[in-house]
């Protein structure tokens, strides 16, 4: 069974940077990376960074400038590139990704990573 496996989060100070990892357990055919969302107790998950269509990246108004999502698709793992943190990024990191299959596609999500960032 595959899952996705996050690295790289902890804890940095404001005006810092973090790099997140997000790959497969195990190789997975047709398996495309989505996006990035986070999630703060208590509130709905959020996107942060998504591909739309095959090239384009969509980023949320408040990490635009700052993040920088890019993905390997031959070894179908995504990264989030994280510049200028700032106190509200604190928040739990999820990946996603969709592998393409018949009679609906099915949809992965990483197990979450913390993200915290001082002032």
């Known amino acids: 069974q595959v899952q996705l496996v996050e690295s790289g989060g902890g804890l940095v100070q404001a005006g810092g940077s973090l790099g997140l990892t997000c790959a497969p357990s195990?190789?997975?055919?047709?398996?495309?990376?989505k996006g990035w969302y986070r999630q703060v107790p208590g509130k709905e998950r959020q996107l942060v960074a998504l591909?739309?269509?095959?090239?384009?990246?969509e980023y949320a108004e408040a990490v635009k400038g700052r993040f920088t999502m890019s993905v390997d698709n031959a070894k179908n793992t995504m990264y989030l590139q994280m510049d200028n943190l700032k106190p509200e990024d604190k928040a739990g990191y999820y990946c996603?990704?969709?592998?393409?299959?018949?009679?609906?596609?099915?949809?992965?999500w990483g197990q979450g990573i913390q993200v915290t960032v001082s002032s």
């Open positions: 996603y990704a969709v592998q393409i299959a018949t009679p609906k596609n099915f949809e992965y």
């Open positions: 195990v190789r997975t055919s047709r398996l495309n990376p």
């Open positions: 591909i739309l269509g095959d090239t384009v990246t």
